[in-house]
């Protein structure tokens, strides 16, 4: 079955075409600058394609061209915010393309972008089913407790603002391969999932189950990322607020000048490490509040699942930066977890345990695989009766 997994931002389509029972990934691309100008005399000159319906003709000659006269059976979308609604995967209607929109203020850079390339496509494609994969659906079984925020009820009831989650297909998937490693079943799995990107999220699972996330309402909550802030006093806003700075000052600064980049002047954590390593103190104090920020949700994580029994390092950072595994997982020996520095060590792309045999819990390393995730995702629902 062929599937072409879409992931739209604002000015982007990231693309890929999986045969999913064949577990290939026969094309994969992306599209960038749409719809955006060269600035130069505002002459109105567009760089890249004018629209997504333009992005996704480039995207058909590229499979027509690498693949030939291939028949896609299926579209899968990345949808970053399914709000309280949609805790699974659905089959896309007009309805469900309304429904997304509706989402909009939730996730104003994200579901915007979807609904474009959703509806490029049904125009395009339109007796072709569309499948909307969400970012948030794997944490809609998260306690009360635990998502509610303490403040006033009407603040959730009439605009929704509760913890959401993010990264949610990334841990789904992640969850299911950890069970694998450890020849469990997935509904005896209880362990901590640490995504580490650009963006970052960590979250405590249950009985495969998700029961805690560090992103909120927004993902801007939770660890030290690239460029934002994650956890802070929020007192510091009605600060900033008061001494002049507009709301898209206090945006930018949390979403776009914060985290690693604000701390040591690079969002980059391979080059943040290589600073660290060559004595540079901002650098090093960068790696120091990342890592103890991450330790201390990895503990308290410990908790709420009732003793883990695996801690999970994952995406970019947690598959390739041993260094920063090993800062994280040298904060975590009260809980009796020792690293094998020579596993730690090893570059591969493969599932794999890089703990002691004497660690009390191991840890291991999940490459994750959204895209596989949303591809399967879409089968499994247009092949549902």
Same mark, same amino acid.
């Given at each position: 079955?062929?599937?072409?997994?879409?992931?739209?931002?604002?000015?982007?389509?990231?693309?890929?075409?999986?045969?999913?029972?064949?577990?290939?990934?026969?094309?994969?691309?992306?599209?960038?600058?749409?719809?955006?100008?060269?600035?130069?005399?505002?002459?109105?000159?567009?760089?890249?394609?004018?629209?997504?319906?333009?992005?996704?003709?480039?995207?058909?000659?590229?499979?027509?061209?690498?693949?030939?006269?291939?028949?896609?059976?299926?579209?899968?979308?990345?949808?970053?915010?399914?709000?309280?609604?949609?805790?699974?995967?659905?089959?896309?209607?007009?309805?469900?393309?309304?429904?997304?929109?509706?989402?909009?203020?939730?996730?104003?850079?994200?579901?915007?972008?979807?609904?474009?390339?959703?509806?490029?496509?049904?125009?395009?494609?339109?007796?072709?089913?569309?499948?909307?994969?969400?970012?948030?659906?794997?944490?809609?079984?998260?306690?009360?407790?635990?998502?509610?925020?303490?403040?006033?009820?009407?603040?959730?009831?009439?605009?929704?603002?509760?913890?959401?989650?993010?990264?949610?297909?990334?841990?789904?998937?992640?969850?299911?391969?950890?069970?694998?490693?450890?020849?469990?079943?997935?509904?005896?799995?209880?362990?901590?999932?640490?995504?580490?990107?650009?963006?970052?999220?960590?979250?405590?699972?249950?009985?495969?189950?998700?029961?805690?996330?560090?992103?909120?309402?927004?993902?801007?909550?939770?660890?030290?990322?690239?460029?934002?802030?994650?956890?802070?006093?929020?007192?510091?806003?009605?600060?900033?607020?008061?001494?002049?700075? /507009?709301?898209?000052?206090?945006?930018?600064?949390?979403?776009? *000048?914060?985290?690693?980049?604000?701390?040591?002047?690079?969002?980059?954590?391979?080059?943040?490490?290589?600073?660290?390593?060559?004595?540079?103190?901002?650098? &090093?104090? &960068?790696?120091?509040?990342?890592?103890?920020?991450?330790?201390?949700?990895?503990?308290?994580?410990?908790?709420?699942?009732?003793?883990?029994?695996?801690?999970?390092?994952?995406?970019?950072?947690?598959?390739?930066?041993?260094?920063?595994?090993?800062?994280?997982?040298?904060?975590?020996?009260?809980?009796?977890?020792?690293?094998?520095?020579?596993?730690?060590?090893?570059? /591969?792309?493969?599932?794999?345990?890089?703990?002691?045999?004497?660690?009390?819990?191991?840890?291991?390393?999940?490459?994750?695989?959204? *895209?596989?995730?949303?591809?399967?995702?879409?089968?499994?629902?247009?092949?549902?009766?």
């Amino acid at each position: 079955m062929l599937v072409l997994v879409i992931n739209s931002g604002s000015s982007s389509l990231k693309y890929q075409v999986r045969d999913v029972t064949a577990e290939k990934v026969l094309l994969e691309g992306l599209v960038e600058k749409i719809g955006v100008g060269n600035g130069g005399g505002g002459d109105g000159e567009v760089l890249g394609p004018k629209d997504h319906a333009e992005a996704l003709e480039l995207v058909d000659a590229a499979i027509t061209a690498e693949l030939g006269g291939v028949r896609l059976e299926a579209v899968g979308h990345r949808v970053v915010h399914g709000g309280e609604r949609f805790g699974e995967p659905v089959l896309i209607t007009s309805e469900i393309t309304r429904a997304i929109e509706r989402l909009n203020p939730l996730a104003p850079l994200h579901n915007p972008a979807s609904v474009l390339g959703i509806r490029a496509i049904a125009k395009k494609w339109p007796d072709l089913p569309q499948v909307a994969v969400f970012d948030t659906a794997f944490h809609r079984t998260l306690p009360e407790y635990a998502w509610r925020y303490a403040i006033p009820d009407s603040l959730y009831t009439n605009h929704g603002i509760r913890r959401y989650g993010f990264h949610g297909t990334s841990h789904a998937y992640v969850t299911q391969q950890a069970a694998a490693l450890l020849q469990i079943p997935v509904g005896e799995f209880d362990g901590v999932i640490a995504h580490l990107g650009n963006g970052a999220s960590v979250a405590a699972i249950q009985g495969g189950l998700s029961v805690d996330t560090s992103m909120g309402f927004t993902p801007l909550e939770g660890l030290v990322m690239g460029t934002r802030s994650g956890d802070l006093d929020p007192s510091i806003l009605v600060f900033l607020s008061r001494a002049g700075w /507009s709301v898209e000052d206090i945006d930018t600064l949390l979403n776009r *000048e914060s985290g690693l980049k604000g701390l040591a002047g690079d969002n980059d954590m391979r080059s943040v490490v290589e600073q660290a390593e060559a004595g540079n103190p901002r650098a &090093a104090m &960068a790696l120091a509040v990342a890592s103890y920020r991450l330790a201390k949700y990895i503990g308290g994580y410990h908790v709420a699942v009732g003793g883990a029994r695996a801690v999970v390092f994952t995406a970019g950072i947690g598959e390739n930066s041993s260094q920063f595994r090993a800062l994280v997982v040298e904060r975590l020996g009260a809980l009796g977890i020792r690293l094998d520095a020579e596993l730690n060590g090893v570059r /591969s792309k493969e599932a794999r345990v890089i703990s002691t045999l004497s660690s009390a819990i191991p840890v291991l390393v999940i490459p994750t695989d959204e *895209e596989r995730a949303i591809a399967e995702a879409t089968a499994a629902v247009v092949g549902a009766p």
